[in-house]
């Protein structure tokens, strides 16, 4: 993320009542400060499975299996405390590159404490929860087992293990029934600038000293569709699985907008799942299947003319109008914000919905099933708003607002570190 994100001061909350502290724990009961007081089943059942492991050791190996093994397994299950202890590093990482994106001056204020910090023992950080000496230790053992179990969740996800064969998928259809039929490559590089209107964006194919320049390597395609021949240039286009260690971002380099391909959260193993824990958050999911835009394409076009003919081609691809689902289209009306995300900036303008995508099915004599694929269609100068860094509508503030608005309320409460650790804007 940039530096310059951590500067709130001109970015308006999105949140309905304009307070972005009041938080609804309704999806994530186990982020609440108040869930071990709350009188609940839940929390009581916690409590339980405490009392049972608390001082034998085997019940306690056993419930560890039981977390991470399918039932009825003959051999016990292979998965035990040192796979644990991975989910647990990894919350802890990612609280800490949480951090690391917080203000100088605010990150000590609300550091972990070393206890919680240096503990990846399940029964232990049990013992600070149901501890009602210390408040923020509590809550802190809290957030941390509740991040690893979320962490397990995406894991276990047969939604996202499969994230990259329906990848390969989704690109192997696009190269056999539109990268085929590509006739020539260019570079292109734009000149822009924001318009006095302060929305519009101005741009021309001769960049001119002191504008913002994008570099596009812009492919020409002609192919038949029903009785026309349709000829596009689509002069941007990528695909990502939402697991990816090093997920795309744009950063202005030497002047110029660049795409670039940097790690986002520490990882190991097959890949992080620091992107989908803060969407799950921000976006108040508590179960990863239910995330619709684990892939991803985006594709950037001229004008809007360009975009029919491009929902055209991908038609005639993937199959017919009916795959798609929750279309929003602030294009035809600027209005259209239902699907979008609460931060969304003013004057956003994009072509976006889930593309259901038929896979053959995955044993013989079966039913094909459907995997989607969120896809966001830019003209050109909707897109340039997107990376010029005066716009509302940039990536930039809109990843401001959504870890400023999204996620620090939720995992940082100012119930637990104080009313004033970090001021955010109201409108």
């Not at 796979?83 to 990894?90: G, M």
């Not at 990863?288 to 003919?309: K, T």
Request: proline share 5%; with cysteine; hydrophobic share 35%.
């Amino acid at each position: 993320m940039n530096r310059r994100w951590v500067d709130a001061s001109n970015l308006d909350t999105r949140n309905a009542d304009g307070d972005p502290w009041a938080v609804d724990y309704g999806a994530h009961p186990l982020l609440d400060p108040r869930f071990v007081n709350r009188r609940s089943r839940l929390g009581r059942f916690f409590q339980q499975m405490y009392i049972r492991i608390r001082d034998d050791d085997e019940a306690y190996r056993d419930e560890i299996r039981r977390m991470l093994n399918p039932p009825l397994r003959e051999d016990g299950g292979g998965r035990g405390t040192a796979e644990l202890c991975q989910y647990l590093t990894a919350a802890e990482t990612y609280v800490r590159d949480l951090l690391a994106l917080l203000p100088a001056s605010s990150r000590d204020h609300v550091r972990p404490d070393a206890k919680i910090s240096a503990c990846n023992d399940l029964r232990t950080l049990m013992s600070f929860l149901f501890s009602p000496e210390y408040p923020r230790i509590r809550f802190e053992a809290q957030r941390k087992l509740y991040l690893a179990k979320l962490l397990l969740d995406v894991d276990h996800s047969r939604h996202i293990q499969h994230g990259p064969k329906h990848k390969a998928y989704f690109e192997r259809l696009l190269r056999e029934g539109l990268w085929e039929h590509a006739l020539d490559t260019n570079a292109v590089e734009v000149g822009f600038n924001i318009d006095e209107d302060g929305e519009s964006i101005r741009y021309n194919l001769r960049p001119k000293p002191g504008q913002e320049r994008f570099e596009f390597k812009s492919i020409f395609l002609e192919k038949a569709v029903d009785t026309r021949k349709i000829a596009l240039d689509v002069l941007y286009y990528n695909c990502r699985f939402k697991r990816t260690v090093v997920p795309i971002s744009y950063e202005i380099v030497d002047g110029s907008h660049r795409v670039i391909e940097r790690k986002r959260w520490d990882a190991t193993g097959r890949g992080s799942g620091g992107s989908i824990l803060s969407k799950m958050i921000r976006k108040g999911i508590n179960n990863p299947n239910d995330m619709r835009d684990i892939l991803g394409a985006m594709f950037i076009v001229h004008d809007e003319d360009a975009i029919d003919d491009l929902l055209t081609l991908l038609d005639s691809v993937f199959g017919n109008p009916i795959s798609w689902q929750d279309v929003t289209d602030t294009l035809v009306d600027t209005r259209d914000k239902r699907r979008l995300d609460l931060q969304s900036g003013r004057g956003y303008r994009v072509y976006k919905g889930n593309l259901g995508i038929l896979h053959p099915p995955d044993l013989p004599g079966g039913l094909p099933y459907r995997f989607h694929v969120e896809v966001q269609i830019y003209a050109l100068e909707g897109f340039l708003r997107t990376v010029h860094g005066a716009h509302d509508a940039s990536h930039l503030a809109l990843k401001l607002r959504q870890f400023l608005h999204g996620i620090v309320p939720v995992v940082f409460p100012r119930s637990i570190y104080g009313e004033d650790w970090l001021r955010l804007p109201k409108k």
